[in-house]
């Protein structure tokens, strides 16, 4: 379980990076984000539901 909460918590991060670079219009660092946050929030959400299981 402490490893969801880090990975949600990086989760977290990464979608209020991902907003500013939105705001900022950087592409590249868009797309870096944006796979970041697809990417941890997958592991995240699969940890948590491999923990219940």
């Known amino acids: 379980m402490p490893l969801a909460l880090t990975l949600m ?5 990464s979608s ?8 900022s ?3 590249t660092a868009l797309l870096v984000t944006g796979s970041s946050v697809l990417i941890f929030g997958f592991f ?4 948590i539901m491999t923990s219940f299981f």
Not at 16 to 23: L, Q
């Open 9 to 13: 918590m990086i989760t977290c991060l």
């Open 44 to 47: 995240s959400i699969s940890t």
């Open 16 to 23: 209020a990076a991902f907003c500013k670079e939105m705001k």
């Open 25 to 27: 219009k950087n592409l």
